[in-house]
């Protein structure tokens, strides 16, 4: 009886999938001659001709490095605050607790400052060898 019921289940999916191909129209990008694909291929080929504002560049690099480093120096010192605060108010118990939940706290400190310190050194050798 369990298999009677998988197998209807699967035909209805895969009647509802065939109807549902029948009504959504199918739309091409294929080309309609040799013309097309000459063309589309000179387009791209010139339009990789821009060149990069290196101002602008470094300046969004630099928005969105010291955003997220803001962001993460306020998190690692809210939550290790919230945490210190904690650990002094906590019985003995707890603080056993709280020892536990500080080892993910000083992993996530070491991974978020070591991606920002990989992120600026990239950067700067990049910058070197331009």
Not at 15 to 38: K, M, Y
Not at 85 to 114: H, R, T, W
């Amino acid at each position: 009886m369990r298999i009677k019921q998988i197998i209807f289940i699967v035909s209805i999916a895969i009647l509802l999938i065939a109807v549902q191909s029948i009504f959504i129209p199918s739309i091409s990008q294929a080309a309609n001659g040799i013309d097309d694909i000459i063309k589309s291929g000179d387009e791209f080929i010139t339009g990789g001709n821009i060149l990069i504002n290196k101002q602008k560049l470094d300046e969004k690099q630099s928005f969105i490095f010291n955003s997220l480093f803001s962001v993460g120096v306020v998190l690692t010192v809210v939550i290790g605050g919230f945490l210190g605060i904690k650990f002094m108010l906590a019985s003995a118990e707890d603080k056993a607790e709280i020892k536990q939940m500080l080892i993910p706290y000083v992993v996530g400190c070491i991974v978020i400052y070591g991606a920002f310190g990989i992120w600026k050194l990239i950067i700067t050798i990049l910058d070197q060898m331009t």
